[in-house]
């Protein structure tokens, strides 16, 4: 249930107090939970109350403040997001559009040729420390002399935590289905060549990314892949909406300790 929660909603911790969701806390007294996390949390409990005023789920179910929600609360969100969030099928010229503008998303065999220095997300680890590790070894590697050897290897052997990083953060060449889903999207049917100008996130942690070569794919006929232009498009439209329910549902909400935008008047039709 978590992993289709759209994360761009703004939502940003407050660390003064505890925070929560209509008298609902979020964490314990004690705990910080990371501007994600938190964002993680706001969301789940803002869609579980709902479920409850909807008759979908007791009203005695009770969400635990580590963030944790019982089965019977994600399958009353499930029917809940069925019941509210509505997601028409897109037409075959709206179809035919995303495709032209997104081939490179749909063919097949592309390569690329990718190196990285993992910033590794680990239990303890202090993460705004990291982050700033990582964008500082970013703003380095992608701002060195060329004449100056080759600092993103360097770099690599001295910082990356992984295996990787005794090659010089090497991962040879790879296809879209060999590395992490998150590395894939930031890496497979765009252009770019050279150091990524943005860290990448993964369930592995930060990543400073290079490509350093790419080998087209195959671009197949809209025909074939009708299909899957239709399913990323009902996905694409699913988040949107879901912003939108959970931007009404905060409007309506009385929530301390974290900053949500909130709307007042249906978004969602």
Not at 39 to 60: I, K, N, S, Y
């Amino acid at each position: 249930m978590n992993a289709i929660l759209p994360m761009e909603i703004d939502i940003a911790p407050t660390s003064a107090r505890v925070a929560r969701v209509n008298g609902r806390a979020l964490h314990a007294a004690d705990a910080a939970p990371d501007a994600t996390e938190l964002r993680q949390r706001a969301c789940t409990e803002l869609l579980r109350q709902a479920a409850q005023r909807e008759g979908l789920l007791d009203p005695r179910d009770e969400h635990a403040v580590d963030g944790a929600i019982s089965e019977a609360a994600s399958a009353a969100i499930e029917a809940l997001l069925a019941r509210r969030v509505e997601v028409p099928d897109p037409s075959e010229e709206a179809c035919r559009r995303h495709f032209l503008a997104n081939t490179a998303k749909f063919a097949h065999g592309e390569r690329a040729r990718v190196r990285h220095i993992l910033f590794a997300v680990t239990p303890g680890v202090n993460v705004v420390a990291l982050r700033q590790r990582a964008e500082a070894t970013l703003l380095e590697v992608r701002c060195h002399d060329d004449a100056a050897g080759d600092p993103f290897a360097d770099a690599a052997r001295k910082q990356s935590n992984c295996p990787s990083g005794a090659d010089g953060g090497d991962l040879g060449e790879l296809e879209a289905r060999d590395c992490a889903p998150e590395l894939a999207r930031e890496v497979f049917g765009k252009p770019e060549i050279g150091v990524l100008p943005r860290l990448v996130h993964s369930r592995f942690g930060l990543h400073v990314v290079e490509v350093l070569a790419r080998t087209p794919g195959a671009v197949p006929s809209f025909e074939s892949v009708r299909g899957a232009v239709a399913l990323a498009l009902r996905q694409q439209a699913f988040i949107t909406a879901l912003r939108q329910y959970l931007q009404l549902l905060a409007g309506a909400a009385d929530v301390q300790g974290v900053t949500l935008d909130g709307a007042d008047t249906p978004l969602v039709q």
